[in-house]
């Protein structure tokens, strides 16, 4: 996958893209980046990328000529093999809400181009014409896109094959299943009093399988309720769900099968 963002400011990309998952996906070839500064379209002494708004108000604009020029030099440049249209995505606070799913259809992509907002926005017909897509990382207002668009590649990327190493992890992180993830434990087995729940020492993989799913429906259920009205669950599960309320599982009992333990009732 080859990844092209638009931005003022390119320097702010280099400690998160430098480091960690990212890099070593770079390394490998499985991904490439490329920064563009917006004022190196610019025709002007000046550098100039934005203006006032007709009409009045506070704040700037971002200029329509730059970032069409830009988009449309890298599309030219990109030689698209693909059916469909090259992803043109507008970070904005108006966009569409980012979520796994839509990491996900953008990871099916092998080129996509970020263009990060700023000011107090873009020209419209930036997004009549020229954008794609829209998307907003959350409810609240960033200083520019710049911050949402590392928050997109970084779910996008550690999507695609062989970046994470196991095909599994991607697979059982919180939201892929439309679900929390399940309580993780490691060594050692007890710290401070506290042990590793017994089923995970059981060996029993199968058994371990079920525990893990019926936590992640609790955590779920007891964080972000909401989730579930789209979860992917069995009938079994879905008429469970109902019983926890009703015990109050959702009030941060723990689960046990899919009876109610009090937290009270185990050790500290």
């Not at 007891?222 to 008429?239: I, M, T, V, W």
Request: with cysteine; net charge neutral; hydrophobic share 35%.
């Amino acid at each position: 996958m080859h990844i092209d963002i638009l931005t003022l400011f390119p320097e702010m990309f280099g400690g998160p893209f430098n480091a960690s998952i990212l890099k070593r996906a770079v390394d490998q070839k499985r991904i490439s980046i490329s920064l563009h500064n917006i004022r190196d379209y610019t025709h002007d002494r000046h550098h100039t990328v934005d203006d006032y708004a007709y009409g009045g108000g506070a704040g700037m604009v971002l200029k329509p000529e730059p970032i069409f020029e830009a988009v449309e030099k890298l599309k030219a440049e990109s030689g698209n093999k693909e059916s469909r249209p090259l992803p043109v995505i507008l970070l904005t606070p108006q966009g569409r809400l980012f979520c796994q799913r839509i990491a996900r259809e953008l990871s099916q992509h092998s080129h996509l181009i970020l263009i990060c907002g700023h000011y107090e926005g873009v020209d419209e017909r930036i997004r009549q014409y020229l954008v794609t897509d829209e998307v907003s990382i959350g409810d609240y207002v960033l200083s520019g896109g710049e911050l949402a668009a590392m928050v997109v590649v970084d779910a996008v990327v550690r999507l695609l094959p062989g970046v994470l190493g196991s095909e599994a992890s991607p697979v059982d992180d919180s939201h892929a299943s439309g679900l929390l993830e399940y309580p993780q434990y490691t060594r050692p087995e007890v710290y401070r009093e506290w042990s590793v729940p017994e089923v995970l020492l059981s060996g029993n993989h199968a058994r371990i399988a079920r525990w893990r799913r019926q936590q992640a429906i609790q955590r779920t259920l007891q964080r972000r309720p909401e989730l579930l009205d789209k979860a992917n669950l069995s009938l079994k599960e879905a008429g469970s769900i109902d019983k926890l309320k009703e015990s109050g599982a959702n009030r941060g009992d723990v689960v046990n099968g899919y009876g109610i333990t009090s937290r009270s009732q185990n050790k500290p």
